[in-house]
Each structure stands twice: as structure tokens, then as C-alpha cells.
């Protein structure tokens, strides 16, 4: 049992919501160590502790330098109970401001106990990986968290891309020279 000392000098037993609190903070201290070594087995122990339990749908990304340690771990967005909204514009600015080599994604499903992605998560995770990519930046993964379960699409080869979606997507951003330039 943890025992917590108030600023009295009163000992007590911690309550379940600070031991939580706590365990979160630990967790996260832990994905902001700069220099950590990032593996998804340690992604998929340390994510259940950090985003289990939230109330509304969040996404996060995990940067990365040259050595695939971690440079921060940050909440990109915000959304409700069953849906985030996730900017690639707004994805793309973090990751040029943290400088990073490449990134992984996060996101749970508060709703859900369950780990599983989405239709709309995998082209989610489709998309990021090819914008990510006019940026010279690797997508290494995307995580999805539901209750204790961490669904990983890199083990699932979940990142395959359609062709077609390539090419719309350089239409809509109005980058067709990129083609010519990445030979």
C-alpha cells in the first residue's frame, strides 16, 4: 500500500485517483526523457498507464531524433468521447518544431476497451506516413490504446498505401513539382 505524508506530517494511505495521478506522471516523465531509447515494446507497457482511463479521445505524438530516441512526447489534440480530430497540417508543424527524424503516433479509445483501429485510423495513419515522407520524416508507427490493450499497425503492416491516395493527396496540397524533385 503506498502511504502519502500531507504537509501536517499526517501519514495515509494514497488514494486510488493519486496513485493513478502519480503513475501517470511517472509514465510520461518516463516518454519525455530526452535520449530514452524508443521501442514499441516499451511504447506498448508504458501507454496503457498514461492515456487508460481518459474521458475523451486524444492524439499524441511520440518525436524522435537520428537514434530513435525519444525528444518529447506531447498531446497534439483534443477531441471527445469517440473521435479526435487530427490536423496534418498542425502534425507536421510539431514535428518541424521538435526538429524530428521520425515520429510515432498515438491515440486511445476511451470508449472502447478494445484496441482495435479503425478504417479511419488506418488511412489516418496513411496519410500521415506519406505526408510525413514529403518531409523526409518516418512514421515507425501508430499505436492505438483501448483499456490495457495497445494495437500497434506497424506489427500489423497497417501502413500499406494506395497509390491513388498519393496522388490525391499531392493534388490537394498543390506539391506535383515534389514528384519530379524525389526522383
Known amino acids: 500500500m503506498l502511504m502519502l505524508q500531507d504537509n501536517n506530517g499526517v501519514v495515509a494511505p494514497a488514494s486510488d485517483d493519486e496513485v493513478l495521478r502519480d503513475a501517470r ?3 510520461e516523465a518516463r516518454l519525455n526523457a530526452k535520449g530514452q531509447e524508443f521501442t514499441p515494446e516499451t511504447a506498448k507497457a ?13 492524439f499524441y505524438l511520440i518525436h524522435l531524433d537520428t537514434r530513435l530516441r525519444i525528444i518529447a512526447f506531447e498531446e497534439v489534440f ?20 521538435h526538429n524530428s527524424y521520425a515520429v510515432a503516433v498515438v491515440h486511445n479509445h476511451p470508449s472502447s476497451m478494445r484496441a482495435n483501429p479503425s478504417e479511419n485510423d488506418r488511412k489516418l495513419s496513411q496519410r500521415l506516413a506519406m505526408l510525413l515522407d ?7 508507427d501508430h499505436f492505438v490504446v483501448g483499456g490495457n490493450e495497445v494495437y500497434s499497425m506497424a506489427e500489423h503492416h497497417a501502413k500499406e498505401v494506395d497509390p491513388a491516395d498519393i496522388l490525391r493527396l499531392i493534388r490537394k496540397f498543390g506539391i506535383d513539382d515534389l514528384l519530379s524533385k524525389r526522383g
Open 46 to 58: 508504458l501507454l496503457p498507464g498514461l492515456v487508460a482511463g481518459k474521458t475523451s479521445e486524444s
Open 25 to 27: 506522471s511517472i509514465v
Open 134 to 140: 514529403l518531409i523526409d520524416v518516418t512514421l515507425v
Open 78 to 97: 483534443k477531441g471527445t468521447l469517440s473521435e479526435t480530430p487530427a490536423y496534418s497540417r498542425e502534425v507536421l508543424r510539431a514535428v518541424i518544431e
